[in-house]
């Protein structure tokens, strides 16, 4: 079982950056992982996703402005997000994939708002 912890969200101005960190239990060098967002009345999408060779994939909302990284060492993987936007605000979810196998992290609140 792979639990997923995220943090860092919160409210920021437009144009404003935050970071969000998704911790998980076990070694993640071998998975892919990456970050889906889901904003109220609307379907989740993909932000980023980063593998173990660290090939990522944006999404197109994020592409120029959102940054994927992790820490193979430190079970850790990172969304830096820069020029955030107010359609930007969602609920953002850390996910990664195991095998066929998906695990979610219970989401952290991103609010972009002056």
């Known amino acids: 079982q792979v639990q997923l912890v995220e943090s860092g969200g919160g409210l920021v101005q437009p144009g404003g950056s935050l970071r969000l960190s998704c911790a998980a239990s076990?070694?993640?060098?071998?998975?892919?992982m990456g970050w889906y967002r889901q904003a109220p009345g609307k379907e989740r999408e993909l932000v980023a996703t980063?593998?173990?060779?660290?090939?990522?994939i944006y999404g197109d909302s994020a592409k120029g402005r959102f940054s994927i990284s992790k820490d193979n060492a430190k079970n850790l993987v990172y969304l830096q997000m820069n020029s955030l936007k107010p359609e930007d605000t969602a609920v953002y979810y850390c996910?990664?994939?195991?095998?066929?196998?998906?695990?979610w992290g219970q989401g952290t609140q991103v609010t972009v708002s002056s």
């Open positions: 996910w990664l994939r195991r095998g066929s196998v998906d695990y």
């Open positions: 076990g070694s993640i060098s071998t998975n892919i």
């Open positions: 980063i593998t173990y060779y660290q090939y990522t």
